[in-house]
């Protein structure tokens, strides 16, 4: 059986891993439904060591709450369809708790990818260092 994996090009590098389809079924339709998706990678403001796309231009639909976490692992991505803060992507690098100036926020857990924590962590500081880089996010066969 094929399933599908999310990837994440970020210039010369490319970042996969599983899409948690069980654990978050409507969310991963959601993101099925906009990708291949072209954007920015920009560093948090607020969560600590993480990055995130902003996707405030996507109708997501009525995507409810499930697989939702405040507190993500390294390597986890979050699609957050904006109760109450901007739609977004959110990729936890390091220690993160995903907040706003709204407070705190659960996203959506669709995704882990297969990362080193080296890997990660060079991708947070960059944009940290460097700003904002340019991303593509699809879906690749496994």
Known sequence: MTTDRLELQVGEETFSGALLIEEAPESV???RSFLPHESELMHVRW????VWVNID???LGAVPRENHTVYPSRGDVLLYPGYRNEQEL???CGPTCFKSPAGELAGNHVATLDASRAELAALEVKTLEEGVQPVTIR???E
């Open 29 to 31: 339709a959601a993101l």
């Open 47 to 50: 969560s600590g060591y993480a």
């Open 90 to 92: 959110l990729l936890a």
């Open 57 to 59: 231009e996507v109708d």
């Open 139 to 141: 879906l690749v066969a």
